[in-house]
Every structure is written in C-alpha cells, then in structure tokens.
C-alpha cells in the first residue's frame, strides 16, 4: 500500500512538471534552453570526466636495484668552478678527534688548530666533560619542547640564573642556538614601522634578524663614528621636518662587541654618547667578546668600562668562550627577558637546549668566575700573534682585527692586491679571484707542509645581502673581503703561536712570489686604508687653513 503511494506521489509530481515545463517553453523559451543546458554540462562533469591517472608501472625489487646502481646524482655546484675558487685544491678537512689545540684529521694528520671558536678551551676541559656525562644519565639527552611548554628543566634555569649573577642582572633568557640568538632578539623588539641603524660589517645572522624584522634599515661606515652622527644629525632634520620623534618610532643602533668579519672591536663608549643625545637604544651582539674582553670575561662593556645601564639589550653566545652551545640575552631592565618569552622566534617555537651542554656552559662559567685571568691569557696569546705577523718588514700580510681580538683577520698587502688589473671576466672580477685562490693556496699549504690549521673566511652572499641592497640603494652592509682567519685559544702555547707565524710569513711569501711575480713581493707597500686615511688628514688641514683665513678676515 505504502509503495503505491509513493508511485502515485512520484507520477503526480513528473505530471505536474511536464505541464510546467511546456508552459515555460511557449512563455520563456531562452531560458529553457539556458538551464537545460546548464543541466547537462553538469552531469557531463559528473559522469564524463576523462581518467587521467596514469597507469602505475610496477617494478620489481631487482628492476628497482638496477636503478638505483645506475643512479648518479649530480653535484649541486659545478666542481670546477668550486676549485677554482678554492686554489685549485679541495680545502675540505675532515676532522676525526680534537685535544686541547690540535685536531687529527681523517688521514691521521695532527694539526695546530687555529680554527675552532674555542677560546677559553672549554670544549675539551675534563670536568666540563665529567659534568656532562652526569646529567645525561640523571636526565637523558634531549627536553623535548620549546622552552615555554615542556621543555624548561633544571639545567636551564640554573644556567640563566649563573649568566645573571655574572652580570648582575635580574633575569636572562637562553636561546638553543648561537646564531638564532640575535635573529630573534631584533625582530622581537624591531617591528616594520621601526628603525634600525646597523653597523655594515655586521654578520649574517644580525642581517638575518633584520631581514626578518622587515623594519627600515641604516647602514653607517664600519666603526665610523662620525657618518654615525651624520645619520642621527639628518633623522634629527626629517623628525623636525615632519613633526615625528623617537617616542613615534622604535630605533636602535646594531653593533656587534668584536666584529667576526673584522675582528677589530666596537667604540661603545662613543655610541653611548651618541646614543644619549639622539634617544636611540642599543643592541650590542657580544658572541665573540664574551669571556674574552674586560678583567673578568664580561665583554665589550667591561672592556670599556661603560655601564650596562646604558646597554639596553646584550645578547651573546655560549660557543665560543664555554665549550657548549646556544645563546643568551640580558637587558637593562627585566621586561626585555619578559617580552622575549613570548615574543622571540626562536625562544618560542625551538625546541630548548639538551640539559647537558647547559651543564657545560654553567660548569664553564663557574670556572671563568673562579679564575678570570684565563681571559688575559686568550688576548696575551692574540696579541703575541699579533706582534709576530706585523714586525717583520717584508711581510706580505696586513692584519685588520685588534691586537686584543682573538679572530684574527688577515689580508693581502694592499700593493700586492692592486698588482692585477682590475678587469671583468665572463662577470668575475679576475683580482677578486686571484686574490682569494692566492689565500686559499695559502691555507692549503699550511694545512698540508706545516701542520698549521687555518681557514679562508667564505661568507654566504645570499640574498640578505642582495635585499638589503634593494631596499638601502646608497648603502648596505659591506662586502665580505677576502682574508685568512685565524682563531687564538687560550690552550695555544707560546710555541705554536711562534710556529704559525713564522709559517704564514713564509708561505704568504712564496706564494705571493709565485702568482704575483718577484717584483711585486720586492716592492714596498703601504697597508690598505692608509691612503684614504692620508687623504683624510689632508681635507682636514685644508678646512682648518680654510677656517683660520675665515676667523683672519672677519677679524679684519
């Protein structure tokens, strides 16, 4: 009975349909003929689509091992053009072991390590390693999570409380990796209306930070204190202009304490003066001055005996002066450790760091609070090279760094540079590239005949420096110069130091001999930025006469 009804509904309603639709023909029909095709593309597209899947091809194991033996992978660069930027010579070293300051290499080779960022040799101190050992048994290897979630464990509020009494301050934060430190630090506080006035030496991950901030950005001359205080004077002049002011506008000068690409260190004293009189804050990146400058390790601020009052935010790193890993940052007031808790990238979403180096860098600091004098030891040693490598008259090097430095950046004389044309290639500048295969045949020669470990600085000119050149069309940060570096260890004797410099001088020689004739090695040379600072000298008497003739006249 049931069904019936529904036939008899079914029937009615088709009945009832037909009736309207030979009515919507005589009255409207375009739309008819509209809608009914309407209908029949959608069930086309319903019932018609073509099948594209492809027919899977099943091979079998042995067909699929075949395959994989045949395989080659390409190199993801050209090999030779690599070489040849290397020197002719592949400059990889394998490392198998390191102790004290020297490594053995993968052929059982021992070398002077004059590599490694470990200045104060904690890497390899016993009781750090001791330490160590301990924690991964109490707690195991990893704290699986950010540090705001489940990842915060004893070792490292133990840690950021030593980092805190070390500097007197209320509170620290630690960050899992050394150079995502101060690339979440800027863009923590620098946001896309702010200013940052940035030194244009400064290294790759503070140019990270900024790039990612996406706040304006300044570039001053490296260690300049005077186009510094041009670039305040005329924000001054636009704030005047335009009714803006620092309380509108969050600006902060960037700087680092020893300059990695550089190794000379920054005029903090000069900055704090500038800084007061414009109203700008300051972020001071102290990764490679930490534990080596001022009487107990506290870095630049110590050195220079300026208050970290006046420093409104320090960051740091933990690899380079405690043998361990990761990074830190203090402030000159507890609210900047607060708002990087939430805030800082790399604080917030990165898992913390294993408990156990966090064991190291506290072990490691403990000691550098109990002994300080380690860290007049690491710039005695950089200075004995520094003196060794700038006495010799005949010397083909020019060192850039400071004598207190333990990066000590070394480069072709200038005279010896300027010997090669300078002329384009196929879009390579053959002086750029005879200067760096001539410090990479240094380096190699060092490594294979003298049993000194050294490096020829790379940097990664990526496309920070390619952005920030788009958005600065009349500054930027500097290109990267060719140059051998040498990192100074406090385990370094007074033999080793001896041993490398009387290498260098001699390989430098030779090899200069070699691609750049005898008469350029015999010729006299000053050292770059002498001229540029001759010329200096002469506008400056210029402008004095200038001066006093004025002052004679109006006299008169």
């Given at each position: ?23 919507q023909?005589?009255?409207?029909p375009?739309?008819?003929v ?32 075949d395959?994989l033996?045949?395989?080659t992978p ?40 004059f ?7 904690f ?24 540090r ?10 133990e ?17 899992s ?18 200013l ?49 002011s ?40 102290e ?6 400058l ?26 380079t ?10 402030g ?47 710039r005695k ?29 070394i ?6 540079v ?6 384009f ?21 060092l490594i294979?005949?003298h ?31 060719n ?5 100074i ?11 490398a410099?009387?290498?260098?001088l ?22 770059k930025?002498?001229?540029k ?15 006093s ?8």
């Amino acid at each position: 009975m049931e069904d019936q009804t529904v036939t008899t509904t079914i029937l009615h309603y088709v009945e009832h349909y037909q009736k309207w639709w030979l009515i919507q023909i005589e009255e409207n029909p375009s739309r008819v003929v509209l809608e009914t095709s309407l209908i029949v593309l959608v069930l086309f597209l319903l019932f018609k689509r073509p099948n594209n899947k492809k027919q899977e091809s099943k091979l079998s194991q042995r067909e699929v091992d075949d395959l994989l033996n045949d395989w080659t992978p390409e190199p993801l660069v050209n090999m030779d053009d690599a070489c040849k930027v290397a020197g002719g010579q592949n400059d990889i070293v394998l490392i198998k072991q390191k102790l004290g300051a020297t490594i053995t290499t993968n052929n059982d080779d021992v070398l002077i390590d004059f590599v490694t960022f470990d200045f104060l040799g904690f890497s390899c101190d016993d009781d750090v390693k001791e330490q160590c050992v301990a924690t991964l048994d109490a707690v195991g290897c990893g704290s699986c999570g950010p540090r705001g979630f489940y990842g915060t464990l004893d070792q490292h509020l133990e840690l950021e409380k030593t980092i805190a009494d070390l500097f007197g301050v209320e509170e620290c934060i630690t960050y899992s990796d050394a150079a995502s430190t101060v690339s979440s630090v800027i863009p923590a506080f620098a946001k896309r209306t702010d200013l940052c006035i940035v030194d244009e030496a400064c290294y790759d991950p503070i140019l990270t930070g900024l790039f990612l901030s996406r706040c304006k950005t300044v570039y001053f001359k490296h260690n300049d204190m005077a186009d510094l205080e041009r670039i305040l004077q005329e924000i001054a002049v636009n704030d005047q202009k335009n009714g803006t002011s620092p309380r509108s506008q969050r600006r902060f000068i960037v700087l680092e304490g020893i300059y990695r690409n550089v190794g000379d260190v920054c005029d903090l004293k000069r900055i704090v003066e500038l800084k007061k009189e414009h109203h700008v804050r300051i972020i001071l990146d102290e990764s490679f001055s930490f534990g080596v400058l001022g009487a107990t390790g506290r870095g630049v601020t110590e050195h220079l005996d300026v208050p970290l009052t006046d420093v409104e935010i320090i960051c740091g790193g933990l690899n380079t002066s405690c043998g361990s890993v990761g990074g830190f940052s203090i402030g000159s007031e507890p609210e900047i450790v607060e708002h990087q808790k939430l805030s800082a990238a790399g604080y917030t979403y990165s898992a913390s760091a294993p408990p156990f180096v966090c064991k190291a860098a506290t072990i490691a600091l403990q000691k550098l609070l109990k002994d300080p004098s380690m860290c007049q030891t690491v710039r005695k040693n950089a200075e004995l090279l520094h003196d060794g490598l700038t006495d010799d008259s005949t010397n083909m090097l020019e060192i850039t760094s400071d004598p207190c430095s333990p990066i000590c950046i070394i480069q072709l004389k200038e005279h010896v540079v300027q010997s090669i044309a300078d002329e384009f290639e196929e879009g390579q500048n053959q002086r750029e590239n005879m200067e760096r295969a001539a410090i990479q045949t240094i380096v190699n020669i060092l490594i294979a005949d003298h049993g000194i470990f050294a490096v020829a600085s790379k940097y990664n000119l990526h496309h920070l420096y390619v952005e920030s050149k788009k958005t600065n069309s009349k500054n930027g940060p500097c290109k990267p110069i060719n140059s051998l570096r040498l990192s100074i260890s406090k385990l370094h004797t007074k033999e080793q130091i001896n041993q490398a410099v009387s290498s260098l001088l001699a390989v430098s020689a030779q090899v200069c001999r070699d691609m750049y004739g005898e008469d350029v090695v015999n010729q006299p040379g000053t050292k770059k930025g002498t001229q540029k600072k001759e010329k200096k000298k002469k506008k400056s008497v210029t402008s004095t006469k200038k001066k006093s003739r004025n002052k004679s006249v109006g006299r008169s």
